[in-house]
């Protein structure tokens, strides 16, 4: 992707956000290209709970919300320090609102656990090191398309995990994303939006510019109509 001129800060914080297999890894490196941003992903291989976890939801979630929320602060600090631009793959708010949410609601994590796990997410995200995005980025598309694409990259442990978890964390991003006021929020609709077109890249990148500015909680539908 070559870079596309744009008005956006170059101190800008560009979050992606969405379900598993959404498309935010891609996007993040697309527009980071786009933008002459700094990619920040969220790191998959190497993390040393993520398969136990998958395995044995109830012994592990705790520990996995633990090394996320560390990861998560070590990511956003180093960002901070830097203070350049940012495409960020997947926010903070997502592994409290959905993630451990979803396990604490199905039993997997304990109320003492839940209540230390959100102490210490709201202590973090009351630290300077913690700004709001400009933009938050949300990618969805039908549970269909999203279920293609999880199958098509191939994680063992993500393919052998039931729908029901699947259709769960879908359901939840939906309600979840329509209370979102953080920062404001750009929705891409997979099905009717190709982020991998040049064209497109640039559309969002209009989308973003116009919306750097807007009020927290302002929500703009993007879908390539
Ligand atoms: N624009 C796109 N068109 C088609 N397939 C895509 C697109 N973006 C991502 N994918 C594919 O979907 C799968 C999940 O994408 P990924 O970026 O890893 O999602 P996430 O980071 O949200 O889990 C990958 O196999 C990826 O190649
Ligand atoms: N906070 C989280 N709790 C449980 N699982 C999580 C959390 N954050 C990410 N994950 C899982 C989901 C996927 O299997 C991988 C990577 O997510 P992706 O959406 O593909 O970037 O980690």
Request: proline content about 4%; aromatic content about 12%; some cysteine.
């Amino acid at each position: 992707m070559n870079s596309i001129p744009h008005k956006l800060s170059s101190r800008s914080l560009i979050t992606l956000a969405g379900t598993v297999g959404a498309g935010k890894s891609t996007l993040t490196r697309t527009l980071a290209e786009a933008l002459q941003f700094t990619p920040a992903f969220e790191k998959v291989d190497g993390n040393p709970y993520l398969e136990d976890y998958y395995a044995d939801f109830k012994k592990w979630s705790f520990h996995l919300q633990m090394y996320f929320l560390a990861e998560r602060f070590k990511q956003q600090k180093a960002m901070h320090e830097e203070g350049l631009g940012y495409v960020q793959d997947r926010s903070i708010y997502e592994d409290v609102g959905i993630f451990a949410k979803l396990q604490y609601d199905q039993g997997n994590m304990s109320d003492r656990d839940f209540d230390t796990y959100q102490s210490l997410f709201e202590a973090m995200v009351m630290n300077p090191y913690f700004p709001k995005p400009d933009v938050l980025v949300y990618i969805n598309g039908s549970f269909d398309s999203i279920m293609r694409r999880i199958q098509s990259r191939g994680r063992q442990m993500e393919i052998d995990t039931p729908v029901s978890f699947w259709e769960d964390l879908y359901t939840r991003y939906e309600t979840w994303i329509e209370s979102f006021t953080e920062c404001p929020v750009l929705h891409l609709d997979i099905d009717s939006y190709d982020c991998s077109d040049p064209e497109s890249v640039k559309e969002i990148v209009h989308a973003l510019e116009e919306l750097q500015n807007a009020p927290a909680g302002r929500h703009l539908l993007l879908n390539g109509s």
